[in-house]
């Protein structure tokens, strides 16, 4: 009797082995890069698209960039030749795929090519937050931000809401950037990437008062020293900002 308990102990050991030993397997196949296949970046000059060339420049990675300088409708037709039936920049060739939103573009490449590169490890407290940023940027910063703007533009503000405003969802930031260096926790990360754009909206199109944020302003200045940021402006953006928007001529005055 005992014999066959050891013998039952035994098979029920091996079989709980087999499933862990292969998805130990999977796991160290996940952070292996893969190959890097040929990557086209379409492009306009100061806009979301410049997140991916940055990326390419950190991650030391190849890429082509598809644009033509100082003209955005001719770098728009760029686009709408590939004749995708979402036209919209960023857009991105890796291979045979087309691929848009660059928060789903950057997760590709770093997930793909680039394993534990620019991103806190899975188990590091900094993770979620890392996700969160990468996520906030366009699902609520950005989204608030051009709300806002298209909204006073048309018909300029007296009060603030009384839910979420420009200068709550900029407040957020702010707030994080006082407690940690960057948007990925101790160190710099996609998500970084990620809320330069949106950030640099804030207050370039009056939306909030710069002065009031003082934690994002030295924050930007690091990423303006950054060498890859660096490089990124000297291949996408040449002649600095064309075809900007105006900015608002009037917001709601702070509650703070």
Known sequence: MFRQTTASLMII???????????????????EAMPMPALTIYHLEGRRSERIV??????????????????????????????HEMPMVPTVVIGDQILVESG??????????APGKLAPARDS???PEHLMWMHYAE??????????????RTNPPTVRSRF??????????ENHLAKNPWFGGSEFSAADIMMVFPLNVATGLNLVDVEK??????????IAARPAYQKMLAVARPDGMIGNLPPVSQRPPSER
């Open 104 to 113: 789903a573009i950057i997760e590709t490449i770093l997930n793909r090519y």
């Open 213 to 222: 944020f003082p934690h994002i302003a030295a924050w930007k200045e690091k």
């Open 13 to 31: 050991a091996a079989a709980l082995v087999v499933p862990n030993a292969a998805q130990a397997g999977s796991e160290a196949h996940h952070t």
């Open 125 to 127: 407290q900094y993770y």
């Open 164 to 173: 979420v405003d420009s200068e709550a969802v900029v407040q957020f930031s």
């Open 139 to 152: 699902g609520s910063l950005a989204a608030r931000l051009f709300s806002d703007y298209r909204a006073w």
């Open 54 to 83: 940055w990326l390419m420049e950190e991650l030391e990675l190849p890429y082509e960039l598809e644009y033509v300088r100082g003209d955005l409708g001719a770098s728009m037709a760029k686009v709408h030749s590939l004749g």
